[in-house]
C-alpha cells in the first residue's frame, strides 16, 4: 500500500508540476486538475497506508472503462520517467492513444539545452535537450503549445534530493513543438510522384515482357553447319557448362550454353536490324540489366580489391549513421550506456565512420586515373562508357579513382587528345537522375512513412522548395552556408565529388604530359588543403573528435571544415598519384622486396589505426593540447588514405596475400554497383525507422547490430530498384545516343 500511496503523490505531483498555460489548452487544465484534485484521498496515518480504503481514487479513476477523452488526454502525456538523473529526457507520452481521441492531437516539444545549474553536472546530465510529449485539442497551435508549456517548475521538485545549498532549479529552455494537426496532408506533389514511379515501373515490367518475346523469336537451336562437333562430341561439351558463346552458321546468331542446356540466342541489336524504338525499350528490360548488375566479368586492367573496398566502406558509412542517428535523435532510455560505448576502445571505428568518406574519395579518382593511363581502347567515347558499366556504382563514391585511371588511359590512347566535352555529359548524365529521384522521393513521398513521436523528422523540409536545385547542381555544400537548411544533408559528398571532378582535367592533363609538373601540382594542392584545415581548426577551437550530434559545435565544424572541398581534396588527390603510379607500372612490372613489404604493412597499419583509435581518449574525458587537435586535423585524412593506398597497392601487386584474397572475392563485386544508389539511399532508411518509433528506444550493442543488419539488407534492396530502375536504363540510353567516330 506504500507504493500505491507513491502512485497517488506521483499522480497529484503530476498534475501541478507541468503548468499549461495559454488559453486554448485551459478547458483541458481546468477539467483534469480538478477531477484529480477530487479524486485524491492522500492517506496520512499508518492505519490508511494498510487499509485497503487507502487506494486513492485516481488509481481507481484510471482503472474506469468510461474515461472520457479529457482524462485519456491526459493520460497520454509524457510524464516524469525514471532515470532522469542519468539522462533520461524522452518523456515521450503514448502517441497512438492521443491520436486515437477526437479533436486532439499529439505534439512533440523539443526543450534545448537543459540544465540544471542546482545540481552537480557529476550528478545529472547536463546540456541535452528534453523532449515531451502533450496531448492537447486540435485548435492549440504549435505557438500556443510553445507559450503554455512551463517546465522549470517540473524540475524544483529534483531539489529536496540534494545538499540544502542546492534548492533553486532554473532552466536554460527553448521549446520547438511539432503537432501532428499540422503535418501537411497528401498534395499534388505527392500524387505526381507516385504516378511518376508507378509509370516508370509499369514501363519497366512491359519492356521486360516485350524483351522476353523479342528474344524468344530468334532463338536458334540449330547445330553449327561447320561445326567440327559431331553429335556424341557435342553432346558431351554440353553436359559442362560454357563460359563462352557458341557461333552458329549465321553470324549473327549467338547461343549460350549453360549447364548442357540453350538459353535464348542472343545477337546485336544492331546486327538484328531492331529499331531504334526496340533499343529504347530494351534499354529498360530487366532480362538485360539484371545480368549486368549481377555479372562477374572483368578485364585485365580490373583492380579487384577495390571491389571489397568499396562495399566494406559503404557497410562503414550506414553503421555510423545508425548508430548516431538512433542513438541521438531518438532521446534513448538508457543515455548512460550509449555514453559508455563511446569509452570502449573498439567503439571510435563506429564514431569515426566519417574516415569512410575519405576511402571513396581515393577510390574515387585513383580508379579513373590507372585506367585511363593504361587501357587502349578501340572507339572513343562508346568504350568509353562500357567501363562504366562494368562498376556502375563508382560514379560517385568512387568518381575521383576512376577519373584518374581512365583519363590517363585515354590519353594514352588518343595520343593526348579527349572529348573532354562528354567527358563532363556523361558524369552528370550518370549521377544527376538516381539523385533527383532520391530527392523527389524524399521530399514529396517520405514524410507520410512516419508515424510516431519523431515522425517530424520526414515532415516535409521547408527549406527544400527554397535550395533544392543546389542539389542538382552540386554546390549545396557551399549553398545554403549551413547544414540545418539543406534539402539532402548526406548529398554534401557529391557536391565535393563532382567539384574535384571538375578541376581534375587540369591534374590528369599535367600527369600525362609532364609528371614532374603534375606529381608537384598534387603536393603543393594537398599542404594548401592541410594548411587551412589546420587554420581554420585553431581559429574556431575545433576538437579532434566529432562533436556530438545536435551540439553548435557540430553544425559549426560542419559548415565550416567538413563540407569544404578545400578540406577534404586530400585524399582526392592522393588516389590521382596512386592512379598514375598504376598507369606508369602496370601489374607484375614492380617487386617489392619481403622487409618493405612487412615494414610497410606495420608502419602504414598502425598509423592508419592510431588514426581511428586515438581519439577514444577523448571519450574518457581526457583533454588534448590545442596544438594536438590542429595537428590531428592536419594529418587525420592524409594518414588514413595512405594506409588505404598502401592496402590497394600491395593488393594490385601481388603482396596482399588472404587480405587480397578477401577484398577481390567475386561476391563484392554485384554490391559495388550498388555503392551509389545504396549511399542516397540508406538515410531515408533510417530515418522512416526513427520516426515509426512509438516510445524511447531502449539501446544496447546487440539490439544495434540487428538494426545495422535489417537497414543495410533494405539499403542494398532498395539501391537494387533504383538502379534497374533508374541508373541502368539510362546509361543504356546514353551509349545509343552517343556520337560513334
Known amino acids: 500500500m506504500v507504493v500505491l500511496r507513491s502512485s497517488a503523490n506521483w499522480c497529484f505531483t503530476l498534475g501541478f508540476l507541468i503548468t499549461i498555460q495559454s488559453p486554448c489548452v485551459v478547458p483541458l487544465s481546468t477539467e483534469v486538475m480538478r477531477k484529480i484534485w477530487e479524486s485524491f484521498k492522500v492517506p496520512l496515518s499508518e492505519t490508511e497506508i494498510q487499509s485497503q480504503d487507502g487506494v486513492p481514487d485516481c488509481v481507481a479513476l484510471i482503472k474506469n472503462d468510461t474515461l472520457n477523452d479529457t482524462i485519456k488526454a491526459f493520460d497520454a502525456f509524457g510524464k516524469l520517467p525514471a532515470g532522469i538523473l542519468i539522462g533520461n529526457y524522452g518523456w515521450l507520452g503514448h502517441y497512438d492513444e492521443c491520436e486515437g481521441i477526437h479533436d486532439f492531437q499529439y505534439c512533440l516539444v523539443e526543450v534545448n539545452n537543459v540544465t540544471i545549474h542546482s545540481i552537480p553536472s557529476n550528478i545529472i ?19 500556443d503549445v510553445s507559450n503554455s508549456l512551463v517546465l522549470e517548475d517540473t524540475f524544483d521538485v ?23 494537426a499540422s503535418r501537411q496532408q497528401f498534395h499534388a506533389g505527392f500524387f505526381i510522384t507516385v504516378v511518376f514511379l508507378g509509370i516508370l515501373f509499369l514501363f519497366v515490367v512491359s519492356a521486360s515482357i ?14 553449327p553447319s561447320a561445326s567440327l562437333l559431331s553429335r556424341t562430341e557435342q553432346g558431351r561439351t554440353n553436359s559442362q557448362e560454357e563460359t563462352s558463346p557458341l557461333v552458329g552458321a549465321s553470324s549473327s546468331s549467338v547461343v549460350r550454353m549453360v549447364s548442357g542446356r540453350p538459353t535464348m540466342a542472343r545477337r546485336e541489336r544492331s546486327e538484328r536490324g531492331d529499331s531504334r524504338l526496340d533499343r529504347i525499350i530494351y534499354s529498360f528490360a530487366l532480362p538485360q540489366n539484371i545480368p549486368k548488375l549481377l555479372s562477374g566479368n572483368t578485364s585485365d586492367t580490373t583492380i ?27 532521446e534513448p532510455y538508457n543515455p548512460q550506456a550509449v555514453q559508455q560505448w563511446y569509452r570502449r576502445f573498439f567503439f571510435p571505428i563506429v564514431s569515426d565512420s566519417y574516415f569512410s568518406v575519405d576511402t571513396f574519395f581515393f577510390l574515387s579518382i585513383y580508379l579513373y586515373t590507372v585506367a585511363e593511363l593504361s587501357r587502349i581502347l578501340p572507339t572513343e567515347v562508346v568504350t568509353f562508357i562500357e567501363k562504366f558499366e562494368i562498376s556502375i556504382s563508382l560514379f560517385v563514391l568512387n568518381s575521383g579513382l576512376l577519373v584518374s585511371y581512365v583519363t590517363l588511359n585515354r590519353l594514352k590512347r588518343r595520343h593526348g587528345r579527349f572529348p573532354w566535352g562528354w567527358f563532363y555529359f556523361h558524369r552528370y548524365w550518370r549521377l544527376t537522375p538516381a539523385l533527383a529521384v532520391t530527392l523527389v522521393f524524399y521530399l514529396f513521398v517520405t514524410p507520410y512513412f512516419g508515424r510516431g513521436p519523431f515522425a517530424q523528422m520526414l515532415s516535409i523540409r521547408s527549406n527544400c522548395p527554397k535550395y533544392w536545385w543546389t542539389d542538382l547542381l552540386y554546390i549545396n555544400n557551399f549553398i545554403p552556408q549551413n547544414i540545418s537548411s539543406q534539402c539532402l544533408p548526406w548529398a554534401w559528398y557529391l557536391a565535393n565529388d563532382m567539384q574535384f571532378f571538375i578541376i581534375s582535367p587540369l591534374i590528369i592533363k599535367a600527369l600525362y ?9 598534387i603536393a603543393v594542392l594537398s599542404v594548401t588543403s592541410m594548411s587551412v584545415t589546420g587554420l581554420l581548426t585553431a581559429f574556431f577551437k575545433f576538437s579532434a573528435a566529432p562533436p556530438k550530434y545536435g551540439e553548435f559545435t557540430t553544425y559549426l565544424y560542419w559548415d565550416v571544415v567538413f563540407t569544404k572541398p578545400y578540406c577534404r581534396i586530400v585524399p582526392y588527390l592522393v588516389g590521382m598519384a596512386i592512379g598514375y603510379v598504376f598507369y606508369k607500372y602496370p601489374k607484375g612490372s614492380i617487386r617489392i622486396n619481403g622487409v618493405l613489404v612487412f615494414l610497410g604493412w606495420t608502419i602504414l597499419g598502425t598509423t592508419g589505426g592510431a588514426v581511428i583509435n586515438m581519439i577514444s581518449s577523448l571519450y574518457n574525458g581526457k583533454e588534448w593540447p590545442d596544438a594536438g587537435y590542429v595537428i590531428y586535423q592536419i594529418l587525420c585524412h592524409l594518414v588514413w588514405t595512405s594506409y588505404v593506398a598502401w592496402v590497394v597497392f600491395v593488393c594490385h601487386y601481388g603482396y596482399g596475400g588472404w587480405i587480397n584474397a578477401i577484398l577481390s572475392h567475386d561476391v563484392w563485386a554485384p554490391f559495388s554497383r550498388l555503392t551509389y544508389s545504396a549511399y542516397l539511399i540508406h538515410p531515408i532508411l533510417i530515418l522512416v525507422y526513427i520516426s515509426n518509433l512509438g516510445t524511447a528506444p531502449y539501446l544496447s550493442l546487440q539490439l544495434m547490430v540487428f538494426t545495422f543488419t535489417g537497414i543495410s539488407i533494405l539499403t542494398f534492396a532498395s539501391a537494387s530498384l533504383l538502379s534497374l530502375m533508374v541508373e541502368y536504363p539510362l546509361s543504356n540510353l546514353e551509349k545509343m545516343f552517343l556520337p560513334r567516330r
Open 125 to 143: 546530465t547536463q546540456g541535452d535537450s528534453l523532449h515531451y510529449g502533450m496531448c492537447v485539442p486540435r485548435e492549440c497551435t504549435p505557438e
Open 158 to 180: 529534483v531539489g529536496p534530493l540534494f545538499p540544502p545549498q542546492s534548492t533553486t532549479v532554473h532552466l536554460q529552455v527553448k521549446y520547438k513543438p511539432w503537432c501532428t
Open 304 to 330: 579487384l580489391c577495390l571491389n571489397g573496398v568499396r562495399v566494406i566502406s559503404l557497410f562503414w558509412v550506414i553503421l555510423g549513421h545508425v548508430f548516431g542517428a538512433v542513438s541521438t535523435f531518438t
Open 210 to 223: 516485350y524483351f522476353t518475346c523479342q528474344e524468344a523469336q530468334v532463338i536458334d537451336f540449330r547445330e
Open 513 to 521: 604530359h609532364f609528371p614532374v609538373i603534375g606529381l608537384s601540382i
